[in-house]
Each structure stands twice: as structure tokens, then as C-alpha cells.
């Protein structure tokens, strides 16, 4: 799931016809991942990593075409970014066969797609910061199982314009799953 801080966020900016959203609620948002991990002791090992993050929000409000009406809509907004990420995990209980984890990423975002009218008022880039804590699940000695919960927040804001109410900081939570490979 996925949504912003200081919502709702008008993206769009004030001018005449600019739809003026009301309520934004969190969306389900896909992520992949191919990262490295190179082990500095049995507890410790850094991660380099690269893949695809999604964020996205259902957003409904008001927009004018003009004459003083007032219509209403409802539309799904969705951001693609490629991503680069470097981390750091901690894993309990070496030598066996399940570990639990905590770990932790600094994140590059790469806008891929923009949706709407929303790519006029986008920052190319965003940094952004991700923990999570899980558990490796030893399935042979080759390959395991990475089951872990996340929690991942913008750094800065993500949008061009816009005062403090309207900065677009985007954040998710959820599950991921993964399967590794020991090389």
C-alpha cells in the first residue's frame, strides 16, 4: 500500500480548470528487485541493488470546465521509477536454518511513467528510505526464502512545485516476498 504525507496533495498547481482533489486514499503498488548481498561476517552484509518501485493513490475531487460548473471525478494515479539502492542488514542467529533480519536501504528513484496531467509538476528523481525487518528461510544450501515487512518513506519531496501543505512525500508498507540465490 501506498500514499503520501499532507494529503490531499493538489499536483496539478492552481490555474482555471486544474482538478481540485478532495480525498486520496492509499493504493496497491508493485515493486522488483534484483540486489547483491556480500557478506562481511556471519551477521553482517551490505546490499547493491537495482529494480522497479511503484506509488500509487486513488484520488477523487472537483474540476471546472469552465461556465462555473463543477464536475466531479475519480481516477487512479500511478507513479513507475527504476531504482537504485545500496543497504545494510543484520541477521540474528547465524547458522541456522531460519534467520530473522533487520535491514535498511537509501534509495534512488528514477521516474519511468508519469500518469495524468501530473508530469509537468515531477522532479525527475527522488531519494528515498526503506527498513524492514524479516526472515531468511533456508530452503538448501544454494537457495532461501525472504519473507519481510516494509516500511519505505520519501526523503524529499518528489514534486517541482508547491508550499509546504502541497509537497508530494510519498511512503508505502507492506509485505514482500523474495527468493536468493548464494552464488
Known sequence: MTLHYNKPVNLFGIFEEAPFPVEQDAGLS??????????????????????????????????????????SYNFTVNFDYFVFSIGHRYAFLNAKKIRPYLENNLMYELLLKKNNDYDTNFKIGGIAVKFMAGVRIDISNYVYLNVQTVFKSGVLRYNKNGNHLDSYIPYGYGVEIGVGIKL
Open 30 to 71: 508493485n515493486n522488483f528487485g534484483i540486489n547483491y548481498y556480500r557478506s562481511i561476517n556471519p551477521n553482517n552484509e551490505f546490499e547493491i541493488g537495482t529494480g522497479l518501485s511503484q506509488y500509487s493513490f486513488d484520488e477523487s475531487g472537483y474540476y471546472t470546465p469552465g461556465g462555473g460548473e463543477y464536475l
